[in-house]
């Protein structure tokens, strides 16, 4: 979602006369646009911008903004340890950004922007004229913002609001107008895409009608969506995965935790064993589909035997890959009150026992494409020596392919035989 709030902003400025510059250094106006989800990211942000300060220094006209989550969560702190931005703004300022950059010319002073939009209904207005840059093969849409989940770990319902869907028509419009520009595939975007339509609609529609109804619009080829919560993830959009030739088999479901205990600590309100029953009705409607997920160790008051029933559900589930951290704790959430009892010397021991069980799965299924023959929607040029594209599969595994050189663009589909693989990514020559 923040790449997405990025090109969003990228757009808004390209048409107050700003463009994109590769080289810091020759930068009229940086942005960083953070995130406050991990303890990890605000201190990369921290880094970040001491590497700015210098730049600053030699040229005070430079405007430095902040924007994203972190403004959000610490607002004048920001401004306080890095007194030498020019302002501070929240997620929900995106569409306000050429104000922002506006008010700096007219106003020596810093300032900071954040609070929620009052708005009932969440809208992305259309910009015409000329774009900043085509979309690419892959495009990005915002359907819903905001979450009213509440897990106790988690900041972003204090940084993004409560949720938040754009009309159906609004989105339709959106995405041919992206088809129009070249986009072959669409990837939905939410915090949490299956509760769609559950608020701020004046014409409510389920995710899965959604989802129907984007697969009727001409010249989609694919479309994807991310993040679920098991809790949304209905029937109908399993029916969905069977129905829709354009929604690929690859599903991203977040299951945190393998202990109940733990889940219910972290307030997922499912259980273990309603998240595998999901799965399993989903693996048999689409035998072939990808499952990825989200996975927190060291939780407070986590016991080796519970982290043990995370590596069961994890074998289980035969994840083709995981985002998987150790727990932090983040100012401002529920789990911040709790004690921290999990030394750091276990979370990261846990950690890489983990990682090592889905690096096994992860090379137990790229082992199977070997010598297969897999569908890649190229998107660009490989940056991998020796290789001309790179893409993705249907599944979601990467692809870097040999071969086609002059004879295929981005946004082509192509078969591809596999010939070695390497993580969760796969090697070969197009045929």
Aim: charged share 25%; with cysteine.
């Amino acid at each position: 979602m923040n790449v997405a709030d990025t090109d969003r902003m990228e757009l808004i400025l390209f048409h107050s006369g700003y463009q994109r510059t590769q080289e810091k250094e020759d930068a009229d106006l940086i942005l960083v646009n953070t995130c406050s989800i991990r303890e990890k990211a605000e201190q990369k942000t921290f880094s970040l911008f001491g590497g700015l300060k210098p730049l600053k220094a030699a040229n005070p006209d430079l405007i430095l903004g902040l924007t994203g989550c972190m403004g959000q969560q610490d607002g004048e702190k920001l401004l306080k340890r890095m007194p030498y931005l020019d302002f501070v703004l929240g997620p929900d300022q995106v569409e306000g950004i050429g104000k922002a950059v506006n008010r700096v010319h007219e106003s020596e002073k810093p300032f900071v922007w954040t609070g929620f939009d009052s708005e009932k209904v969440y809208t992305i207005p259309e910009i015409s004229g000329d774009l900043p840059q085509k979309p690419g093969a892959s495009a990005f849409v915002n359907i819903i913002k905001g979450c009213d989940k509440f897990c106790t770990f988690c900041i972003v319902p204090f940084t993004r609001g409560r949720e938040k869907s754009r009309e159906p028509e609004e989105l339709y419009q959106e995405i041919r107008h992206l088809i129009k520009q070249g986009a072959k595939e669409i990837i939905l975007l939410g915090q949490n895409v299956n509760s769609y339509g559950k608020r701020g609609l004046n014409n409510p529609i389920p995710f899965h009608k959604l989802l129907y109804g984007i697969a009727e619009i001409p010249g989609l080829e694919r479309l994807r969506f991310t993040t679920s919560h098991p809790n949304d993830f209905t029937r109908e959009t399993i029916r969905a995965y069977r129905d829709l030739d354009v929604l690929m088999n690859h599903l991203h479901l977040p299951i945190q935790s393998g202990n109940n205990e733990i889940l219910k600590s972290m307030r997922r309100d499912h259980t273990v064993e309603e998240y595998l029953e999901l799965i399993d009705e989903l693996k048999s409607e689409v035998p072939d589909v990808s499952l990825t997920t989200d996975i927190i160790v060291g939780f407070p008051g986590e016991t080796d035997a519970q982290f043990q029933d995370t590596l069961k559900v994890m074998e289980r589930v035969g994840y083709s890959s995981s985002f998987m951290f150790s727990y932090s704790p983040r100012p401002g959430t529920p789990a911040n009150e709790f004690e921290d009892s999990v030394p750091e010397d276990v979370k990261k021991q846990r950690l890489q026992e983990l990682i090592q069980l889905q690096n096994r799965l992860t090379e137990e299924q790229s082992n199977l494409y070997k010598g297969k023959t897999i569908e890649m929607l190229i998107e660009g040029n490989s940056g991998k020596p020796g290789y001309s594209f790179k893409g993705r599969n249907p599944q979601y595994w990467r692809v870097n392919a040999t071969g086609g050189e002059g004879l295929y663009k981005p946004g082509d589909r192509v078969q591809v035989c596999i010939e070695q693989t390497s993580g969760h990514g796969l090697c070969g020559a197009i045929q």
